[in-house]
């Protein structure tokens, strides 16, 4: 057995059945054990930054990590933003990277760069292989480290001397690490600060499951706290007959307004409120000064277990949840879409247990009150603010849950970072229905001028920020990758497109001009 | 004035006039800057490997650095790969990476990552500007260290407080930094062990302007040594007129046969030549054992002098150069398309002065003979491996050069990776014509799975392969982005198709279906 199937092997014993890719020369013995090793699912992609952030939104859906095949240091730096957002949206990751066998390195030929130095700022655990013999044991190490809880990103290099040897040692299924014990020291101090309208308990990573914010729900009917979510989450449960949190809002004066009126806050998988950026004359710490922060259970820990222990110390155990949502509906809008109008057809269209991916920027500030009561669904936020999240992260939901429909909201300017990603949706015939909100512009960046201080901004600046001159045809853009598509411009043709793609089962996208 | 002021002073007064960006918040104050100081051409790219590609072939024609303003870590990561190959052709290149503000970094903001860490692997110098005051001294030291030969990757990290922040202080033209002398030391024996069939000058970066091949081509005739340039040549000047260069073959095996008879090889701006990738059981040093390598100039050296040196140590000062290209042109071919009758019909179609940026993979081994006698023109190759650097590169070549016709000619699945390039085409209406070989595979790799040993690769590998499900549509793709494009089948058909291109005087594509 060659280290390369002895990989491919000890992935497949450990769970890892799923590998986004593009190899190159260095990775050809993995491929050709792929040929005689039956049960990977190998996922071609035509860009790597298509392959991590597969990987970012197969671990949200999954809760196992896949693979991701990278030629060297260049498909490992393709791919490095998305593994960015992957990181910090706490998925786990096991990243193959090809490397040239161990006697050629020291030639510096063409594709020779330093790998472990690429992967080092996005990954939690590095690690080149040293023999044929150590490739099955390092892969089980890399497996371990990217099942730390939340997830982690593990980086394992493969010198192609490593892949091709003799030697290898397959290893069985390995025992993965549980979460971190939270704050149980905390616990009294947690109880004890939350109640009344002063007092804020803020959820994050895994708090945001469907149980876990059930008994969240209940803490909040007992002692009258508010709940409020991060605002990015890399996988909320929400809709009808869940308990429904609001999220610390992005634009900086609504987060400060939010955030001030309270005196007591308690984390549980969320960190204490940050600007996303700095701005000149405003404060980076959200929370209003001198209030008492208590970190109850970083994103590591056992949320669960933390969550009902507060349940316990608050005496809710018995206490029917607080903000379940009754199932609702916005009226039916027609004629021209603009943001309300938007997310109003969204919210009626989104179905039973969907996968919403979202990247929609400024376009979706509307989303979230219209679609509060819609039906039981998954929402996917970018955590790393590297755009080009979305359609990739939408190929590794829908690989992951291949019986539930996936929505993916972009922005224009967002989608156009991994746009090879409708590719790989069309030749994998995945459900999703992708939305792309033309407004022609990296809108953003416009309030961000503001923000930073920037008053009326002259043609020049204006240019740099805007994408009308061409104007992209997302319809052709999607059809010359194989993905059927249609341009819409009032609500009646989006709830038609809407209700087309929902039900076709195979990609197709809508561009919906604002 | 503030740093960000002082920042577009300093780059503007020492010619660095042309941006690459896609700029977010924390580069807004640069954004800024440029509405109300003129003279910077700003480029908006839709991914930030079209930004460092394009600086790459920026300085290859305009023998200067461009400077690139990429958002944060992220924006950075998403340009690596493409610095990389920059790096390997020796190009000058300034990267303004946007970070958070000094006080806010410490926080961990969604967007935060190690951006030096980021930087260092694909730099050779990096640097984080401390305060306003300092970022114009920041931008001068970067901007020198781009200019030492043959040209480097410089990388000036700017906190946004030093962008916002008065006291910048812009500085004037600064002096840059001259070659280093070559090795005179070697001159003798250089001299001394060129003559005859079985020596070798082999020639590399700088050595290929036409000045310096002009002197190689003396020194060959005077004493009859062999010439070669690398595989993969940053810059070439060819065509009829010209001293005519091969270059070292990129197959492996055809690579061995070239250069075993030679005994003693001399290097001007080459390093002695390797395997692209490692094979199990063939060699990696490509020259036979025991030949005597003598390197007389690094490619950070004055060529010129070392080869004008060479040639006054050979006598050859006054002989007329071997192997001047005569004009010449290959009978026109009709009919379908080979890989032969597409090389005819290319050679044929060159215009004098034309910049060939060439990422043809398999498709293109026939070029060079083909296209020897052509008028004279200028040829750009990927010197770093990572696919997807023509398209980008091309507009940095358009863009130093406005008066001269680009042709950029790709594989698919190369081209794929930068994508977003058309755009930036269409948006500043480049004149160039893109040539995508559409094989509709990574048709090198099935070479490369024979070479590492792989013999009768089965479906599963064959596919991890193809790109024909589904076929990429190239027309469609082009002019989603507002690129005119056609595609053809037949050598009269493409023949047309680059008449109508290569006279248009926008941007155009042709698909060659293959």
Same mark, same amino acid.
């Given at each position: 057995?060659?280290? $390369?199937?002895?990989?491919?092997?000890?992935?497949?014993?450990?769970?890892?059945?799923?590998?986004?890719?593009?190899? %190159?020369?260095?990775?050809?013995?993995?491929?050709?054990?792929?040929?005689?090793?039956? %049960?990977?699912?190998?996922?071609?992609?035509?860009?790597?930054?298509?392959?991590?952030?597969?990987?970012?939104?197969?671990?949200?859906?999954?809760?196992?990590?896949?693979?991701?095949?990278?030629?060297?240091?260049? %498909?490992?730096?393709?791919?490095?933003?998305?593994?960015?957002?992957?990181?910090?949206?706490?998925?786990?990751?096991?990243?193959?990277?090809?490397?040239?066998?161990?006697?050629?390195?020291?030639?510096?030929?063409?594709?020779?760069?330093?790998?472990?130095? *690429?992967?080092?700022?996005?990954?939690?655990?590095?690690?080149?292989?040293?023999?044929?013999?150590?490739?099955?044991?390092?892969?089980?190490?890399?497996?371990?480290?990217?099942?730390?809880? =939340?997830?982690?990103?593990?980086?394992? *290099?493969?010198?192609?001397?490593?892949?091709?040897?003799?030697?290898?040692?397959?290893?069985?299924?390995?025992?993965? =690490?549980?979460?971190?014990?939270?704050?149980?020291?905390?616990?009294?101090?947690?109880?004890?600060?939350?109640?009344?309208?002063?007092?804020?308990?803020?959820?994050?990573?895994?708090?945001?499951?469907?149980?876990?914010?059930?008994?969240?729900?209940?803490?909040?009917?007992?002692?009258?706290?508010?709940?409020?979510?991060?605002?990015?989450?890399?996988?909320?449960?929400?809709?009808?007959?869940?308990?429904?949190?609001?999220?610390? =809002?992005?634009?900086?004066?609504?987060?400060?307004?939010?955030?001030?009126?309270?005196?007591?806050?308690?984390?549980?998988? $969320?960190?204490?409120?940050?600007?996303?950026?700095?701005?000149?004359?405003?404060?980076?710490?959200?929370?209003? #000064? %001198?209030?008492?922060?208590?970190?109850?259970?970083?994103?590591?820990?056992?949320?669960?277990?933390?969550?009902?222990?507060?349940?316990?110390?608050?005496?809710?155990?018995?206490?029917?949840?607080?903000?379940?949502?009754?199932?609702?509906?916005?009226?039916?809008?027609?004629?021209?879409?603009?943001? #309300?109008?938007?997310?109003?057809?969204?919210?009626?269209?989104?179905?039973?247990?969907?996968?919403?991916? #979202?990247?929609?920027?400024?376009?979706?500030?509307?989303?979230? =009150?219209?679609?509060?009561?819609?039906?039981?669904?998954?929402?996917?936020?970018?955590?790393?603010?590297? *755009?080009?999240?979305?359609?990739?992260?939408?190929?590794?939901? $829908?690989?992951?849950?291949?019986?539930?429909?996936?929505?993916?909201?972009?922005?224009?300017?967002?989608?156009?970072?991994?746009?090879?990603?409708?590719?790989?949706?069309?030749?994998?015939?995945?459900? *999703?229905?992708?939305?792309?909100?033309?407004?022609?512009?990296?809108?953003?960046?416009?309030?961000?001028?503001?923000?930073?201080?920037?008053?009326?901004?002259?043609?020049?600046?204006?240019?740099?920020?805007?994408?009308?001159?061409?104007?992209?045809?997302?319809?052709?853009?999607?059809?010359?990758?194989?993905?059927?598509?249609?341009?819409?411009?009032?609500?009646?043709?989006?709830?038609?497109?809407?209700?087309?793609?929902?039900?076709?089962?195979?990609?197709?996208?809508?561009?919906?001009?604002?």
């Amino acid at each position: 057995m060659n280290g $390369a199937e002895s990989l491919v092997h000890t992935l497949l014993a450990n769970g890892v059945d799923t590998c986004f890719t593009n190899p %190159g020369t260095s990775e050809m013995h993995f491929v050709a054990a792929l040929d005689h090793i039956a %049960g990977m699912r190998s996922v071609l992609v035509l860009q790597e930054g298509v392959a991590t952030g597969a990987a970012d939104g197969y671990y949200r859906m999954a809760c196992k990590p896949a693979s991701t095949l990278l030629h060297l240091g260049p %498909g490992l730096a393709n791919g490095l933003s998305n593994l960015h957002n992957a990181k910090k949206a706490g998925s786990g990751v096991v990243n193959i990277i090809g490397e040239h066998a161990s006697t050629h390195i020291e030639l510096d030929a063409p594709l020779t760069s330093d790998i472990e130095g *690429i992967a080092r700022p996005v990954s939690h655990w590095v690690h080149s292989s040293k023999s044929a013999a150590d490739v099955g044991k390092d892969a089980v190490s890399a497996i371990q480290a990217a099942m730390v809880a =939340p997830g982690q990103i593990a980086s394992l *290099i493969l010198p192609s001397d490593t892949a091709w040897n003799g030697g290898g040692v397959a290893q069985e299924a390995a025992e993965m =690490p549980a979460p971190a014990p939270f704050d149980a020291a905390q616990l009294e101090t947690a109880a004890t600060a939350l109640g009344g309208e002063e007092t804020l308990l803020l959820l994050g990573g895994r708090a945001l499951t469907e149980n876990n914010l059930k008994i969240a729900g209940q803490i909040a009917a007992k002692i009258g706290c508010k709940l409020l979510s991060e605002w990015s989450n890399a996988r909320l449960e929400r809709g009808a007959g869940r308990v429904f949190v609001n999220r610390v =809002p992005y634009p900086i004066d609504i987060a400060l307004k939010v955030l001030e009126p309270f005196k007591r806050i308690v984390l549980v998988g $969320a960190r204490a409120p940050i600007g996303f950026f700095a701005y000149p004359d405003k404060p980076a710490i959200l929370t209003r #000064d %001198g209030a008492q922060i208590t970190t109850l259970a970083h994103s590591s820990a056992d949320l669960t277990a933390a969550l009902e222990a507060l349940r316990d110390a608050t005496g809710a155990e018995d206490t029917a949840p607080a903000h379940v949502v009754e199932a609702s509906m916005p009226d039916r809008p027609t004629g021209p879409i603009n943001l #309300d109008t938007l997310a109003a057809v969204i919210a009626r269209a989104i179905p039973e247990q969907a996968i919403v991916v #979202d990247e929609s920027v400024t376009t979706g500030r509307a989303f979230s =009150p219209a679609t509060k009561g819609a039906p039981a669904h998954t929402w996917l936020n970018n955590c790393g603010g590297s *755009i080009g999240y979305a359609m990739p992260a939408a190929i590794g939901a $829908a690989i992951a849950c291949p019986d539930r429909k996936v929505m993916c909201m972009s922005g224009d300017g967002s989608a156009m970072y991994t746009v090879q990603s409708l590719w790989t949706m069309a030749r994998e015939n995945l459900d *999703i229905t992708v939305l792309i909100f033309a407004n022609r512009s990296y809108q953003i960046l416009r309030g961000e001028l503001t923000n930073v201080g920037v008053g009326n901004p002259g043609p020049r600046a204006i240019d740099m920020l805007s994408l009308d001159r061409p104007a992209l045809d997302w319809v052709q853009m999607a059809r010359s990758m194989g993905v059927e598509a249609q341009r819409v411009e009032t609500c009646e043709a989006l709830e038609a497109a809407l209700e087309d793609g929902l039900t076709g089962g195979g990609p197709n996208l809508i561009e919906i001009t604002l």
